[in-house]
């Protein structure tokens, strides 16, 4: 396993905002994360990203457990996190979007040749073929062309794990799809994906496995190929569908 | 008359070596030896032979950056070998002149009137290179066997000679295949799937057709009419004669078109296009959940305006699939889209021909 989460809590005061979550992510597979508004889907990410510090609980990667105390431990840990609101600069250019923070230098110099020759071996890894210029400024492109831009960035650095935070929520139709395609070609390629969604349809479209969190606990984990719709929906809603998910009647509380 | 075994072994491995390149593109002698399991001095007399028979060259590679001389590649020459491909639709005839390697060396395309015949368009669009080419292929949407046309909704063909008409249409022999197939040989060979050891290729135009191909190869009767699989018993009418075909419920006739104005609709909150939307979905899961059972596919393309409709309504379809299939047939199945989108089925048919070519080489 790639990554795995035993036992994870985190708490804000006296709020138990993730109790005893387990999960584990393999390399080549799409992890959905879904749950209801305020489930822990966002801090379970940044509890993994490093932003913020756990209560209880194991984070362990390849095997080791690790401590992960800033979003620079889990980068070097090759875990990327694309977030809803992409955090591109407008008025750079695809490749130096891509590259911010950490250019490629020749000497004193930018090397602007090797960081374009990566940019445009990574998007067409990725069979990217909406970009067509890597120097136009990212704020001419679309919607769905940022995500991919945003995607790219997270790929480009021997990531393994990259976390994607309601990649498709901004986007139109036809954006949605060409952005569903690149998750799943992402995982193909051998990456981890956990992917955080709030419409099923999107979930169901790329993923391999489903995490339903109910109120901060881990109701099921289910293969997609087993898991209908009506389940995954009592899943969020109630924690629990026929035999599968939480206890009866808890309601949430630990009892 | 059988040949002397070491003449036969040549040409076997002469075969295998080109079908080697031809597949995975310009590569070291070193990585031929590998890859084909032959002496060095063996792959260095084919490739001599194979060089003085124009069909292959030995280009410098690209500088690797280290240190040393580079080394050099053995790559195709495209104009050595050529296969014509064209892709008849209800509405318009795409052709293609693939070279050996996989180059597209020519490639265009006509619009048809609604209800013309094509063949004639085909002899035109083809011109004279159909005769110079070592194989031609035509893909046809529909159910297809050898070069008969049982049945196509797109074309309204039924039990139609294609083979003979496109003969007597350019003076030249024809490979017939359905477009589904056809397209999953092109992803097989040219996309994503190539690790797919039994692929089927569901495909959206005017009616739904799909192909199954396993390691690749097309197979006879791996042609399917997934468009008139009956998933409401007694339902709606459909052209084919029977009631209920999946075709018939999805309104599948011109849907290609009004299909985006549904999704459209949906995704801004209409719930009459919602529920139309999932009744697609679902329809198409149970209608793939009999095909998954009958053939164990390892991987299910979506390709045409399917592509569209499994990425909008992918909830339905697999919870469909799921409650229709046994768990040891959907585990390992993996359900994606076409990266070749509207090209595969041009670049499959091609890649048919040169199977062939290989085929009669051994």
């Known amino acids: 396993m790639l990554l795995e989460l035993t036992g994870l809590s985190k708490r804000f005061g006296p709020v138990e905002v993730l109790s005893d979550v387990d999960l584990a992510i393999d390399a080549g597979e799409v992890c959905a994360l879904v749950g209801d508004n305020g489930a822990g889907k966002s801090t379970l990410v940044k509890c993994v990203a490093g932003i913020h510090g756990i209560d209880g609980g194991a984070i362990t990667v390849d095997g080791e457990a690790r401590h992960i105390t800033g979003p620079r431990d889990a980068a070097a840990l090759g875990i990327e996190v694309v977030y809803q609101d992409l955090a591109l600069c407008d008025n750079l250019d695809v490749v130096e979007n891509l590259f911010l923070g950490r250019e490629k230098m020749r000497g004193m110099m930018l090397d602007d040749d090797a960081m374009e020759q990566l940019a445009a071996e990574t998007l067409s890894s990725l069979a990217v ?26 790929v480009l650095w021997n990531s393994r794990l990259v976390i994607l935070d309601e990649p498709t929520a901004a986007l139109g139709v036809a954006q949605t799809r060409q952005v569903l395609e690149l998750i799943r070609r992402l995982a193909d390629q051998g990456l981890a994906v956990l992917y955080i969604s709030h419409n099923l349809n999107d979930v169901f479209a790329v993923a391999d496995r489903i995490a339903a969190l109910y109120l901060g606990r881990m109701a099921a984990v289910l293969d997609a190929a087993d898991a209908t719709q009506s389940q995954v929906v009592e899943l969020i809603t109630s924690g629990r569908s026929g035999t599968l998910g939480l206890g009866a009647d808890t309601n949430g509380a630990r009892t | 008359m059988a040949l002397p075994p070491a003449v036969e072994l040549r040409r076997r491995n ?12 310009p590569q070291t002698r070193a990585a031929l030896t590998e890859a084909l399991g032959l002496n060095r001095s063996t792959i260095g007399a084919l490739a001599t032979e194979l060089a003085e028979s124009g069909h292959i060259e030995e280009t410098t590679g690209q500088s690797t950056g280290s240190a040393g001389r580079p080394s050099t590649l053995v790559a195709c020459v495209p104009q050595s070998i050529t296969v014509a491909a064209v892709e008849i639709r209800a509405d318009r005839l795409r052709f293609a002149l693939v070279g050996l390697g996989g180059e597209v060396l020519e490639r265009s395309e006509t619009a048809l009137d609604e209800g013309a015949d094509p063949m004639t368009a085909v002899s035109v669009i083809t011109g004279g290179t159909a005769a110079a080419s070592a194989e031609a292929v035509a893909a046809v949407p529909g159910l297809v066997d050898e070069g008969t046309v049982a049945h196509s909704t797109e074309l309204g063909w039924i ?6 008409d496109l003969e007597a249409a350019t003076g030249r022999e024809w490979q017939v295949v359905d477009t589904a197939t ?10 994503d799937a190539r690790d797919s050891r039994k692929l089927l290729y569901l495909h959206g135009g005017r009616g739904l057709t799909a192909g199954l191909v396993i390691e690749g190869r097309a197979q006879r009767g791996g042609s399917i009419q997934l468009g008139h699989i009956v998933v409401e018993p007694g339902g709606r009418e459909c052209a084919c004669g029977l009631r209920g075909c999946l075709e018939a419920e999805m309104e599948a006739f011109g849907f290609g078109e009004d299909f985006e104005t549904t999704t459209l609709a949906a995704g801004m909150g209409d719930a009459a296009a919602r529920d139309r939307l999932r009744r697609f979905g679902e329809d198409l899961g149970w209608a793939l959940g009999a095909v998954v059972t009958a053939t164990g596919p390892d991987e299910i393309l979506f390709g045409g305006w399917l592509r569209e409709l499994y990425l909008s309504t992918a909830a339905p379809v697999r919870s469909a699939l799921a409650e229709t299939t046994l768990p040891h047939l959907r585990s390992k199945l993996r359900l994606r889209t076409p990266v070749l989108g509207d090209e595969g089925a041009l670049i499959g048919a091609a890649e048919t021909g040169f199977a062939a070519l290989f085929d009669q080489m051994r």
């Open chain 1, 129 to 154: 073929r909406t970009i067509r210029n890597l120097r136009q400024p990212v704020a001419s492109l679309s919607g769905g062309q940022r995500q991919t831009v945003a995607i790219a960035k997270a």
């Open chain 2, 14 to 25: 002469r075969a295998a070596l080109l079908q080697q390149l031809h597949r995975h593109g």
């Open chain 2, 182 to 191: 056809a397209a999953a040989v092109g992803e097989w060979t040219r996309g």
């Open chain 2, 159 to 164: 039990d139609r000679d294609a083979a003979a």
